[in-house]
């Protein structure tokens, strides 16, 4: 059977030899990242706008599958533990019952899709990393708008199907199609950037 191969993410050019130790950082970097950006928040209920999902996607991407998926992992036990970077310096066990807890857990899947898109060096041409990264950008939805009905639910609001959508959907299509593009833009620049730079010092 053969085996599809990977290429190295950004962050494997940048971090030629990599260990655990260094993974580690790496790992506890891209939550950081995630949790700083939860704070650029925009309040609305039930869930806020916050700048998470581009973090998500660029520590994914940048970091690749596993160590992207890992690092949203961390972001999401050690805010339920009670470590406040989630969204207005919110975390702690009840986050767990907030209607926008879903997105959060669908961060991590979408930080192993994109990781695993930019292993297979999606992220190096622009129309390529486009459509990683709307790929990407629709996951968190695909987990975050069921858990919040179901939320609402038991707390005694049920809504309907098209009132769960402009609740949980509709006031973020502007800004996921922004945080989109600035992802898709950002990585292939980068790529170029790094490119040059490696070469010019190989000189």
Not at 43 to 49: A, D, M, S, T
Not at 129 to 143: E, K, L, N, R
Request: hydrophobic share 55%.
């Amino acid at each position: 059977m053969s085996t599809i191969a990977l290429h190295p993410v950004l962050v494997d050019r940048l971090v030629t030899r990599s260990s655990r130790l260094k993974n580690a950082v790496l790992i506890a970097t891209g939550a950081a990242t995630v949790g700083l950006l939860a704070q650029v928040s925009i309040p609305l209920w039930p869930v806020p706008i916050t700048g998470q999902t581009l973090g998500v996607m660029l520590v994914g991407a940048i970091l690749g599958a596993r160590r992207g998926a890992l690092s949203l992992t961390t972001y999401l036990v050690l805010g339920v533990i009670g470590l406040p970077w989630f969204a207005n310096f919110s975390g702690g066990p009840a986050s767990i019952i907030s209607p926008s807890f879903g997105y959060i857990i669908g961060f991590i899947p979408t930080a192993f899709v994109i990781g695993y898109l930019s292993e297979k060096q999606w992220d190096r041409r622009p129309a390529l990393s486009m459509a990683a990264f709307g790929i990407a950008s629709i996951i968190p939805f695909i987990v975050g708008i069921p858990y919040l009905w179901v939320v609402l639910h038991f707390a005694g609001t049920t809504l309907g199907f098209s009132a769960t959508l402009h609740a949980g959907f509709t006031p973020f299509i502007i800004g996921g199609i922004i945080k989109w593009l600035i992802g898709a833009a950002v990585l292939p620049g980068a790529w170029t950037l790094i490119e040059r730079f490696v070469k010019s010092n190989e000189k």
